[in-house]
């Protein structure tokens, strides 16, 4: 987790999947409320994964005597298709419930970006703000907090979209995505070291697009390491493999940083190529299992082709399950789902046209 003062509102930047996510949650708040007893008491979610720990943290911030307002657009667009969606339609419901004319839970074909759910300075009275430890949740805060620039709300849907498109927007926007795209990745030998380099990045670019000269000059530097990690993606993309008809793997353990937007938009390119699969050695479900494979579908197919639609009904997206699938384009594995599940489906689907992945 990661927390900033973003003009002077106290934010955190956590995703809610564990009891003591809950924990941190409401500590963050009480805190700021100890500190600030008169404030405003209302605590803004955005941008926050929709889990049965999000909806805890907001129903023990609601007994406590807290305004909780919930805006996201992390909902289940049409009918759920697997017991994830299932879940996320049961706890949006439940935050309704809870929260009323407070919750605004929409759909990323409505609002490809969080900080469209806010207006300028809606929340800059507010306790507290937790969102999302992306681009798209600090942006969002930001505008809640009332730091806003003409360009962000485009800025952030790019910033929040195909990793390929997320260095395409406005100049300030283009250092955020580059220093995104270098941070180191998760090493569970050393975990404190990406959570410190994005709260450094995050802390920088709010304060690049307030005017701040020296973390302009520092974000800047950020551009030499971008163009070093582009050089690495083309490389490792020379190295793909096709594993089957239609999807193919590059290899990055044991790789330099390397950009993904570059890698996996290079990668797509090949003839033929409908997902894209990188398998690394870093990352959260690594940090469990050893080994992670990250799939994307190729832009042009993705309105054909859902990832969720490899596995069965019944798995669910967890860490400790070796799943993470919040959209249909974009899934990641543990390397036993990926050969025990994944593989052997793959096969079976591109031997018929990929149809029942529709």
């Given amino acids: 987790m990661i927390s900033l003062k973003i003009n002077a509102v106290p934010v955190l930047f956590i995703k809610a999947f564990t009891a003591d996510d809950v924990q941190t949650i409401l500590d963050f708040v009480r805190h700021a409320h100890s500190l600030k007893k008169d404030a405003n008491k209302t605590v803004l979610f955005i941008d926050t994964p929709i889990t049965a720990h999000t909806v805890e943290s907001v129903q023990k911030l609601k007994q406590e005597g807290y305004r909780v307002c919930f805006r996201d657009h992390h909902g289940i667009d049409g009918e759920p298709v697997n017991d994830r969606d299932k879940q996320v339609e049961s706890a949006t419901a439940r935050l309704a419930q809870l929260l009323g004319d407070d919750c605004q839970i929409t759909v990323r074909r409505l609002h490809p970006a969080c900080s469209t759910l806010v207006a300028v300075a809606e929340f800059e009275h507010a306790l507290a703000i937790i969102a999302d430890p992306d681009a798209d949740g600090l942006t969002a805060a930001m505008k809640a907090a009332g730091i806003f620039y003409d360009e962000l709300d485009d800025d952030a849907a790019l910033l929040d979209g195909e990793p390929h498109l997320q260095v395409t927007g406005s100049l300030v926007s283009q250092l955020l995505a580059k220093g995104m795209a270098t941070l180191p990745s998760f090493d569970p030998k050393d975990p404190k070291r990406r959570e410190q380099a994005q709260k450094e990045l995050f802390r920088d670019w709010v304060e690049v697009v307030q005017g701040n000269k020296r973390s302009q ?83 042009q197919y993705q309105t054909e082709i859902n990832l969720q639609k490899l596995l069965p009904p019944e798995m669910r997206s967890d860490l400790q399950s070796g799943i993470i699938s919040n959209v249909s384009f974009l899934l990641h594995v543990s390397e036993y789902i990926w050969l025990e599940e994944a593989v052997p489906r793959l096969r079976e689907l591109s031997a018929t046209n990929w149809h029942a992945l529709s």
């Fill in 217 to 299: 000059v520092r974000m800047e530097a950020i551009v030499v390491r971008y163009d070093e990690a582009v050089q690495v993606a083309q490389e490792l993309a020379r190295e793909a493999k096709e594993v089957v008809a239609g999807v193919l793997l590059v290899d990055c353990v044991g790789s330099p940083v390397f950009d993904v937007g570059t890698l996996t938009t290079l990668v797509e390119q090949a003839s033929g190529c409908r997902i894209s699969v990188i398998r690394k050695d870093l990352g959260p479900l690594a940090q469990l299992h050893g080994i992670q494979y990250s799939l994307a579908v190729a832009k």
